[in-house]
């Protein structure tokens, strides 16, 4: 089995990781994945500062879903999965959890 080291796999691995611990934190605050599946929901100012202030992991997330535009910020200024965020989080969890993928 040969390994991929370019340096797009050590994104997508980061991604991934990312995706995967933003579900879970989603999950402990009470939300659900599709706040930030679907383009016109997403997280406000209120529910990101709840996240950030629950887990200094989120944060670090946050900054990689932005940078690798896997995630912005829409037309009402909510957080959420840009389409390629959301095909990871599909290809991860299945359609149900990014019907919108």
Not at 21 to 44: K, M
């Amino acid at each position: 089995m040969q390994i991929d080291t370019t340096p797009n796999a050590g994104i997508q691995r980061s991604l991934r990781q990312c995706l995967s611990n933003a579900a879970f934190l989603l999950y402990q605050q009470g939300h659900v994945l599709e706040t930030i599946t679907i383009p016109f929901r997403g997280l406000d100012n209120r529910a990101l500062r709840q996240l950030r202030e629950a887990s200094q992991e989120w944060r670090a997330c946050q900054r990689v879903l932005e940078s690798s535009e896997a995630a912005v910020y829409n037309e009402e200024g909510r957080f959420v999965l840009t389409a390629m965020g959301r095909e990871l989080l599909f290809d991860m969890f299945g359609q149900g959890a990014a019907d919108c993928a």
